[in-house]
């Protein structure tokens, strides 16, 4: 076997989660909302993925659908595989899920006051998820979660884990999320916008956690976010999604010095970065398109300024432009 | 931005907002939170003013106590050279006329209620301006001016999106024709896309209308499009004022430094990034001598005993910080 | 009136373009929720049956004793008759007529009519009664939430002290002193139920008073009269509604167990008292306590049903 043949395959071999061709949809009673419509991605051991867009692009439903957490009568998941280990999720029993939330996949929120119980003290919280999938009993139990509290950074963990989450900070909230999250060792986290609802201040602080989650423990993480500077920060490759579709897929160095989309090319340029010197922000006109009325062929034609006949009509397929970097455009075709 | 010698139209002088707190059976006043303690700057005309800081240090509590919708505790706030805090009800009113708000949450700043229209002209009918047909004129004229089209003056704030949304907000700010506009967070619940679009239409207008703009915000990436000088509040202080380009360039007060280095950008950092210690202390509780000092890293012995005064460096740029006495 | 009170009036008075479009967009949100239109269906139905009914039945207080105790049609019972002249029980078969669609009762009057007539009074007393507590209720929470201070602790307190008054000992006292009348029995209803609507008023007027938009009035100038007129109260209404259709079967109910107990006005003829004259034949002449059981259940049901679908109408959050 060739030295590159060999490549491939061990990188074949480290993935450890592959969604294809996802669709999940949400019969309304004002019609369906395909809220994922034919997404595809892998995530591989150790690497930090982002899933990119903005608000309805469906990034949310997607992490929300690998773990099925969506409210099953309107939302539904209607085709597609999602597969880790030996199951395919979007297919596998209720129990067999059970098992694999918290456990193998654990999954950090965006809006930490809201996934908090008000009534219980962060200590019973952690302590409870601990003690859904461990044989611990109480006292190790509570061991195993002082320690991820001081790993999280979280001063005097012990005192801490008898208080309320009212009495914490943003940013301490979203630290404890994240260690209840860590607490049964999972394979894959999950993090939804984890840094959009805090300050700048803790969302460098924030986003070190998962850096070190990285070299520490090879977590493998999907991160989800609108923050193109985020994904810079601290993702490995990117999966760019509009209209319930990924749109590009690319390493993170590869989306930022040589976007293929407009839509991608177009999130870049209208970031206010610190270390630009323009004068007026560039902008993509139009606003993002309501998932009950999408526009026809791709999604994105209304606002792209490269937009041609063939984009109204016909949906584009996807590009392999190299073997990391795949678009769907039909500038590409 | 050429800094002409414009007309001081905001003069603030150590303004103090507290919240008393009071506990027990008789509501007895245990402490103040200090939400605003002591600030003091100017605004010029056309001049856009950013002022930075993170959640709890204040700045929206200030944004809201310069219109007097929060009443202040002292201090004084000279808008033209009258007094605003001695302002009777009628001062009042045409206060309001010249200094408008735009808020931060495009859903909940409209009265659902009420048409877009409607809620574009109610400045115009609260101080009596025109009648029925001149006020529909203008807020044709209003809509257009924020891009939106004349006839959606029918529809209610729940058929538009966020950022249409935020331009209703602004247009129904623009309709008494200002003089300063203090915008709070006006674009953080917005899509990325959306508020570069926002913020050059703020800034159109600006330049257009020669608006000054108190602009608040905790993303220092926005502030640098937009502002001519920048304001750094940490807990009810400033502790730094400066050019837009000296912030940036030559950041003196530790925390400035500290809020600079923590922005997530494209360009690889050059030097090590400064993560600040700890989490912003409580406003009931502040920490003694300079509020900053527990999470500093160019602590200095002075530091936990004596208050620093805010104190002009170098031509424009104030600092409050002892390492630069 | 002087030219300053006018000026106020006019800068108050709502500008209520009742606009066609919201209605309509609410409408459409109820619609959806095949419950609420049921509810709505059949409040209708009723309305009509209490406005045109009495035209097309017999008069409901005429008392027939020839015709007691006809069963409802569809249905037969044997009748014991006692003879005086064989001084023994003969049993008749008695069939429901169509003279007589619901039956009649002991003394022979029209089951049809009474329960229309009964719908016009629980219709009635339900309107009324939900009415004055509505109205009480409104004014006294918002009042509370926006002048704030020691008149809305005094309100609340009054409002406690209400809360916990039995308002049956008032009724039983009242119809002591005043005699049982239809109109004081709604009085009472009516001013001892706005408690449970003030508080709810109140904190909703509370929520709202730091809602941004009501900010946002203030920022650009608008006066405390215009605030509550024109911004406070439009965003109340919709509680408003809500918690009049749902409290219109509590009142429905309330008259009817008052009846039932025996405190009705002896002149009108409502549902609870029809209930309370067929508890005693139950084995006799079962139609007379089952029919306005019946209808008085579906009525409760159907305002409740309708409030819930307005209820998740009017919120924005719920997806409708």
Known sequence: MTPRATFRKINMD????????????????????????????????????????????????????????????????????????????????????????????????????????????????????????????????????????????????????????????????????????????????????????????????????????KTRRQMSTIFITHDLAVVAEIGDRAVV???????????????????????????????????????????????????????????????????????????????????????SCHLYT | MKNKLNNKLLQIRNLKKYYPVTAGFFSRHIGDIKAVDGVTFDISEREIIGLVGESGCGKSTLGKTIPRLEEPTSGQILYKRSDVTKLDKKGLGELRREIQIIFQDPDASLDPRMTVGDSICEPLIVHNIGNEKKRMERVAELMEQVGLEARQANMYPHEFSGGQKQRIGIARALAMNPKLIIADE???????????????????????????????????????????????????????????????????????????????????????????????????????????????????????????????????????????? | MNKRLRDIIRKARPHWRLNGRLINYYWQRTKRNKLAVFGLGFIIFLVLLAAIGPFFTPDPTAVNFEEKNIPPLGFTIEQSIYNIETNDFT????????????????????????????????????????????????????????????????????????????????????????????????????????????????????????????????ALGASDNRVIFRHLIPNVISLIIVMATLSIPGVIIAEAALSFIGLYDPIVISWGKILESGQHSLDTAWWVAVEPGIILFLTVLAFNFLGDGLRDAFDPKSNI
């Open chain 3, 91 to 218: 049993t008749k078969e008695i069939h429901g007529s169509r003279s007589h669609p619901l039956g009649t009762d002991s003394t022979g009057r029209d089951m049809l009519a009474m329960i229309v007539s009964g719908a016009r009074v629980s219709l009635l007393v339900g309107l009324i009664a939900t009415g004055i507590a509505i109205i009480l209720g409104t004014i006294i929470g918002v009042l509370s939430a926006y002048t704030g201070g020691w008149v809305d602790n005094a309100l609340m307190r009054f409002t406690d002290v209400m809360m916990t008054f039995p308002f049956f000992l008032l009724l039983v006292l009242m119809v002591f002193i005043f005699g049982p009348s239809l109109p004081l029995i709604v009085l009472v209803i009516g001013l001892t139920g706005w408690t449970g609507t003030a508080r709810l008023i109140r904190s909703e007027s509370l929520s709202l008073r730091t809602r941004e938009f009501v900010v946002a009035a203030k």
């Open chain 1, 14 to 213: 480290n993935v450890i989660l592959k969604v294809s061709d996802l669709k999940t949809y949400f019969f309304t009673s004002r019609g369906i909302v395909k809220a994922v419509d034919g997404v595809e991605f892998e995530l591989r051991r150790g690497e930090c993925l982002c899933l990119v867009g903005e608000s309805g692009c469906g990034k949310t439903v997607t992490a929300l659908s690998i773990l099925r957490l969506f409210d099953s009568p309107p939302g539904k998941i209607v085709g597609g595989q999602i597969r880790y280990d030996s199951l395919d999720l979007a297919e596998c029993s209720t129990r067999q899920l059970r098992q694999i939330r918290g456990k193998d996949i654990a999954i950090v929120f965006q809006e930490a006051q809201s996934a908090l119980n008000p009534v219980l003290t962060i200590g019973d919280q952690i302590i409870e998820q601990i003690k859904l999938h461990l044989p611990l009993d109480y006292g190790r139990a509570r061991d195993r979660a002082i320690t991820l509290l001081s790993e999280m950074g979280i001063p005097s963990a012990e005192g801490a884990m008898s208080y309320y989450p009212h009495q914490l900070s943003g940013g301490m909230k979203q630290r404890v999320l994240i260690a209840m999250s860590l607490s049964c060792d999972p394979q894959i986290l999950i993090a939804d916008e984890p840094t959009t609802a805090v300050d700048v201040t803790i969302k460098a602080q924030i986003l070190d956690i998962f850096r070190e989650l």
């Open chain 1, 241 to 327: 999604m509009y209209g319930g579709k990924d749109v590009e897929t690319a390493p993170v160095s590869e989306i930022i010095s040589n976007p293929k989309h407009p839509y991608t090319s177009g999130l870049i340029e209208c970031l206010p970065d610190v270390s630009k010197n323009t004068d007026r922000l560039a902008s993509i006109p139009g606003t993002t398109p309501n998932p009950l009325e999408m526009p026809q062929g791709c999604a994105f034609h209304p606002r792209c300024p490269k937009a041609m006949k063939i984009c109204k009509q016909q949906e584009p397929s996807e590009i392999i432009i190299s073997k990391e970097h795949k678009v």
């Open chain 2, 186 to 325: 006006p674009v953080s619940a917005l899509d990325v896309s959306i508020q570069a679009q926002i913020l050059n239409l703020m800034m159109d207008i600006q330049e257009r209308l020669g608006l000054a703009y108190l602009f608040i915000a905790h993303d220092l990436a926005v502030i640098k499009h937009m502002a001519h000088r920048v304001a750094i509040m940490y807990l009810g202080k400033i502790v730094e004022l400066a050019d837009k380009k000296e912030i940036f360039e030559n950041p003196l007060h530790p925390y400035t430094e500290a809020l600079l280095s923590a922005v997530p950008s494209f360009k690889p950092k050059d030097k090590d990034r400064i993560l600040l210690r700890g989490d912003v202390p409580s406003p009931l509780n502040p920490p003694p001598g300079c509020h900053f000092h527990p999470r500093c890293h160019r602590i200095l012995p002075i530091c936990n005993q004596q208050e620093p005064e805010l104190a002009e460096v170098s031509k424009g740029h104030f600092v409050a910080c002892h390492l630069y006495r």
